[in-house]
């Protein structure tokens, strides 16, 4: 494991960060914490950084106890959500700055930055300040800067939170492929969970100061530990008293399955190749999502009375388990 | 532990609270301590010394002494001059601001180095000047030199910054929307002003006017060579500090100075008060 | 419609703002463009022999030089102390700090007078709390130029801070995160990183903080004991003169002071609006 946090607490006063998290991090993987804003996960990650100190418990990088340790000392990369860019030094001085710090020779400092602006694609940049830069291309100098120092870790804070969509899911699409070739331990804070499931190998759900679930992007979606979780990675409806997926849902118009319920179309909303089907069940308004065959196949209109019924491929799965892999 | 449903029974998350920066480490520790030694040996020691110089002589020898006939007549004049002066400057001082963030004309940037000066200037030197347009050389034909005229006009030039820069960045920053609005509604350019650009500018109006009331009480330099310094006519309570200094009689001097402190002091709080106001409106 | 009258309320100026303009232009015509003037212009009547005589005079090039001095000393205490607690107040948790930041503002309120007074009955070499101790070690502060720099000191100590503060503020903490997790320890982190990025709050502040303390007469005239040619600085050269009837030697000497005074507003007004952005 590359990172072992054991019994961490934070307060701010009165406010709780973080509540006895305890979490490993294996080494060269991916991992995203995820969370709702708030719920601590920016604190673990400044924990790990030596940003903030833990109240209570310990922090190990590479098998070192690091909780100590100030943030200079650590060799962890980090890279902030609005850059923190060095605005009086060149792109090119930025990337070299944690290695001027280390007095390397000037020879291998220029090979070593050279190299860097390569790989984030800013190698024509190296002269310019930090503001003739669009918000992407600091990120990507940021993390240039991060990396360039060799850290054992990498660590981003929410890196796409202030980009605009277009640019975010181009990064996001970039740091998935950059850490296929650098293959260093790299954890990212993010509240969408979108970009989570899309980029991390492991997710590390966090709400509330505490860990709700650790596991694979699919783990996760398909066995969520408990309705957070479920509610948190996707659209949920319920039905009955069960939490599923409106996609995991299907209608039909003549069944005869005991397991299906009846009830009465009450809304049709077509979104792109998607059809969002609310349906009255006594009290309840459930939602179905179709694909636009299967719901012309159906011949729907609203006041239409039909069954529904979790499909059975998906009831076999899931349902209501214990907590999985929580802590 | 075993995590449930959403539950209820965790403290409820409020917003991140501010932060009042990290605690200090051993080095910024020995930092702070070294600033304030020496803040204090400048500043809090020998201002201590005054006011611990005054109450040494006992409240009948602190009564008499800035009871005296003359230290009560430089006193009442150095705050009844103040305070004209800064009545006048709330006045101009809000309107020379609205000329400078609203307005547009040719030549508004040395309007700007203007009201500077008497800021930069040596306060000797802004007794001289006015002396060159208000004294005996004048060649206007106005000689107010060692009257109480020149104590208002030399209180005037000195504070004119204060309400200007206090104002002026409020101003600036105000949202010309809402006027807008104000005035697609029916609104006169006399009632936006008064509904609702003054209610968002008087506390920096205040905090102006204290500041310029605190400086004209405090001065000194300005009117030695244009008020004349005459006992009970345009002496102020500087001047009356300073001659009891001069005549080595250091306690009165430290009762009057006592006076003075408390009225900066009084107005610190003021100012400080209304700038915790100002900030909070954002 | 509403466009056209949006555009309006920008574009009209009514009688009343010609009115406003022409009351300010004139109130600081008067206030302060026209008596400023005649200082120049008195000093230069006899074209420039008041100036020449002045620096042919050893005891004004020394009270001159005494004033640099002084101020020089004074700029670079106040602009460490300055920097540094600026620091302090902003990045970390003080004990009273709530106190502290209006404190620090109190010399600009404090009348000059009341300052010298202070200093005196703390540093007095006769009745001090502190003096009479310091003058058996072999210090003199007050009537001597310790004593001028101290006061001095005093009186120009918030200009920095109020100029770094805000500054500080506005630039943030990550920058120095991010250098120190690049490595950088504290004294690295200030010098590559904390410093470049307040540069210009610092400069305000050191301009200022010149020209209050090239200018400080008060204060001065109290703790200096005015010994012509030991402790007399310009701005007591300006009374002395005057008083004794040389008006050109005071209107020169006044001169030279405003002329350093104004070169220091026209130095931060004009740097000042580039940083803004």
Redesign the interface.
Same mark, same amino acid.
């Given at each position: 494991m590359s990172i072992e946090i054991t019994g961490v607490s934070k307060r *701010?006063?009165? *406010?709780?960060?973080l509540d006895d998290v305890s979490v490993s991090i294996p080494s060269g993987g991916l991992t995203a914490l995820l969370g709702p804003s708030?719920?601590g996960k920016s604190t673990l990650l400044r924990i790990i950084a030596g940003l903030e100190t833990a109240d209570t418990g310990r922090v190990e990088i590479e098998g070192v106890d690091a909780t100590r340790l100030s943030p200079q000392k650590r060799n962890v990369g980090f890279v902030f959500q609005h850059y923190a860019a060095f605005k009086h030094l060149s792109v090119a001085r930025n990337v070299a700055f944690g290695l001027e710090i280390r007095k390397k020779p000037k020879e291998e400092i220029r090979a070593r930055v050279d190299e860097l602006l390569k790989l984030v694609h800013l190698s024509q940049f190296a002269d310019r300040l930090p503001a003739q830069l669009s918000g992407g291309q600091r990120q990507r100098m940021a993390l240039a800067r991060a990396l360039a120092v060799q850290p054992s870790v990498l660590l981003l804070d929410e890196p796409f939170g202030a980009l605009d969509a277009k640019v975010r899911k181009e990064l996001r699409d970039w740091l998935r492929r950059l850490h296929d070739e650098v293959h260093v331990t790299t954890v990212f804070v993010t509240h969408d969970q979108e970009e989570a499931l899309e980029v991390a190998d492991e997710i590390v759900v966090i709400n509330?100061?505490?860990?709700?679930?650790v596991g694979s992007p699919d783990e996760l979606y398909d066995q969520p530990?408990?309705? *957070?979780?479920m509610?948190f990675l996707g659209p949920v409806t319920e039905l009955g008293d069960r939490l599923v997926r409106p996609h995991d849902l299907q209608l039909l118009t003549d069944s005869t399955d005991p397991g299906a319920v009846s009830g009465r179309v009450k809304r049709i909303t077509r979104i792109g190749f998607e059809i969002r089907v609310e349906v009255a069940v006594g009290e309840q308004d459930v939602t179905v999502t179709l694909t636009r065959n299967e719901f012309l196949a159906l011949d729907l209109r609203v006041g239409s009375e039909v069954q529904v019924r979790v499909a059975p491929e998906v009831g076999a799965v899931q349902g209501r388990p214990?907590?999985v892999g929580?802590? | 532990?075993?995590?449930? @449903?959403?539950t209820t029974d965790?403290?409820a998350?409020?917003?991140?609270?501010i932060?009042?920066?990290?605690?200090?480490t051993w080095?910024?520790g020995v930092?702070?301590g070294v600033?304030m030694m020496?803040?204090s040996l #400048?500043?809090?020691?020998?201002?201590a @010394?005054?006011v611990a /110089?005054a109450a040494a002589g006992g409240w009948s020898n602190f009564w008499d002494a800035v009871t005296s006939e003359q230290t009560l007549a430089a006193i009442e004049l150095t705050v009844g001059t103040a305070f004209g002066v800064t009545v006048v400057n709330v006045f101009?001082g809000t309107?020379?601001a609205?000329?400078l963030v609203r307005?547009r004309?040719f030549g508004k940037?040395v309007?700007?180095? #203007?009201?500077?000066?008497?800021?930069?200037?040596? /306060?000797?030197?802004a007794g001289?000047?006015?002396l060159?347009?208000?004294g005996p050389?004048t060649?206007i034909g106005v000689d107010i030199a060692n009257t109480r005229g020149a104590v208002f006009?030399a209180f005037?030039?000195v504070t004119?910054p204060f309400v200007v820069r206090t104002v002026q960045p409020v101003l600036a920053e105000l949202d010309r929307d809402v006027e807008?609005a104000a005035?697609?509604l029916g609104a006169s350019?006399f009632t936006v002003f008064r509904r609702i650009i003054l209610p968002s500018l008087t506390p920096a109006i205040a905090a102006g006017a204290a500041?310029s009331f @605190?400086?004209g009480?405090?001065?000194?330099?300005s009117l030695?060579?244009f008020s004349g310094n005459l006992p009970m006519k345009t002496e102020v309570?500087?001047?009356r500090?300073?001659s009891s200094?001069e005549n080595d009689n250091?306690d009165s001097?430290?009762a009057v100075?006592t006076i003075?402190?408390v009225i900066?002091?009084i107005?610190?709080?003021v100012?400080?008060t209304l700038q915790r106001r100002l900030v909070r409106r954002g | 419609m509403?466009e056209l009258?949006?555009h309006r309320?920008r574009a009209r100026?009514?009688p009343?703002?010609y009115l406003?303009?022409l %009351?300010?232009?004139v109130?600081?015509f008067?206030? &302060?463009?026209? $008596?400023?003037y005649?200082?120049a212009k008195?000093t230069f009547a006899d074209g420039v022999d008041s100036l020449t005589g002045l620096l042919e005079d050893p005891d004004i090039v020394h009270a001159l030089g005494l004033t640099v001095q002084v101020a020089l000393i004074a700029v670079v205490i106040n602009t460490v102390?300055g920097v540094?607690?600026s620091i302090?107040l902003?990045?970390?948790?003080?004990p009273g700090?709530r106190w502290l930041? $209006?404190?620090?503002? %109190?010399?600009?309120?404090?009348?000059?007078?009341?300052?010298?007074?202070?200093?005196?009955? &703390?540093?007095g070499g006769r009745?001090g709390?502190f003096g009479p101790a310091l003058e058996d070690a072999g210090f003199q502060i007050i009537y001597a130029t310790p004593g001028i720099v101290?006061a001095t000191?005093?009186v120009a100590?918030p200009l920095v801070i109020r100029e770094v503060v805000p500054v500080l503020e506005e630039v943030g903490e990550e920058q120095e995160q991010a250098a120190r997790s690049l490595g950088a320890n504290?004294l690295q982190t200030f010098w590559r990183i904390t410093l470049p990025s307040i540069k210009w709050g610092v400069i305000y502040g050191v301009v %200022?903080s010149l020209?209050?303390s090239?200018?400080?007469?008060?204060a001065v005239? &109290?703790v200096s004991g005015n010994v012509l040619g030991d402790t007399r600085t310009a701005?007591l050269v300006?009374?002395e003169k005057? %008083?004794n009837f040389d008006k050109p030697g005071?209107?020169a000497t006044?001169f030279l002071?405003?002329l350093v005074?104004?070169a220091?507003?026209?130095v931060?007004?004009a740097l000042r609006p580039k940083e803004d952005r």
């Open positions: *701010f006063g009165d *406010f709780v960060a708030g719920g509330e100061g505490r860990v709700e679930q530990a408990n309705d *957070f979780v509610r214990e907590a929580a802590v | 532990m075993t995590a449930t @449903a959403l965790r403290p998350v409020s917003r991140r609270p932060r009042h920066g990290r605690p200090l080095v910024s930092g702070f600033t020496w803040f #400048l500043v809090l020691i020998p201002l @010394a005054v /110089t101009m309107l020379i609205w000329v307005d004309f940037r309007l700007e180095v #203007l009201i500077d000066i008497p800021f930069a200037l040596p /306060t000797i030197v001289l000047v006015l060159a347009l208000y050389i060649p006009l005037q030039f004119l807008e005035m697609s350019r500041l @605190a400086r009480v405090s001065e000194y330099g030695v060579l309570a500087s001047v500090i300073l200094i250091l001097a430290a100075a003075l402190l900066s002091f107005v610190l709080v100012v400080d | 509403a009258s949006h309320t100026r009514g009343i703002a406003i303009r %009351l300010v232009i109130y600081l008067f206030l &302060v463009a026209w $008596p400023v005649l200082v008195n102390f540094g607690i302090l902003v990045r970390y948790a003080l700090k930041s $209006p404190l620090l503002d %109190l010399p600009l309120s404090v009348s000059p007078i009341v300052v010298g007074l202070s200093l005196i009955l &703390v540093y009745t709390w101290l000191v005093f100590l504290a %200022l020209a209050r090239l200018g400080e007469f008060g005239k &109290v701005t300006v009374e005057y %008083l005071a209107y006044a002071l405003a005074a104004v220091c507003i026209i931060v007004s």
